[in-house]
């Protein structure tokens, strides 16, 4: 069993700034990637930034430049470092987690924080 706990959201105003952070806890061990994924009112859950083991990443366009993820791959733990926040930005985060156990794939996922951006 593998658990994310998620903190971090609420409520800002546009151009205000947030941190989310995620721990991951229980039978993890191989992490390859660490990642926020995000989905607002009656759309899809959408990549928002991902993170390697290398330390490689990754964003969507639509946060470029205003979003920095980092991550202690060896504490499971990620942040989504979030700037410039605009309303379009509101929805509810996921942690996410893709990690090894003996050849297998594992995907783990958060309940989700919300972040509202509204003056």
């Known amino acids: 069993q593998v658990q994310l706990a998620e903190s971090g959201g609420g409520l800002v105003q546009p151009g205000g700034s947030l941190t989310l952070s995620c721990k991951a806890s229980g039978s993890i061990f191989a992490i390859q990637t660490m990642a926020w994924y995000r989905q607002g009112p009656g759309e899809q859950r959408e990549l928002v930034a991902r993170?390697?083991?290398?330390?490689?990443?990754n964003y969507a366009d639509s946060v470029k430049g205003r979003f920095s993820i980092s991550a202690d791959i060896a504490q499971a733990t990620v942040y989504l470092q979030m700037k410039n926040l605009k309303p379009e930005d509101t929805a509810v985060y996921y942690c996410?987690?893709?990690?090894?156990?003996?050849?297998?794939?594992?995907?783990?996922w958060g309940q989700g924080t919300q972040v509202t951006v509204s003056s």
């Open positions: 993170v390697t083991r290398g330390g490689s990443r």
């Open positions: 996410h987690v893709h990690h090894l156990l003996d050849s297998n794939e594992y995907h783990d």
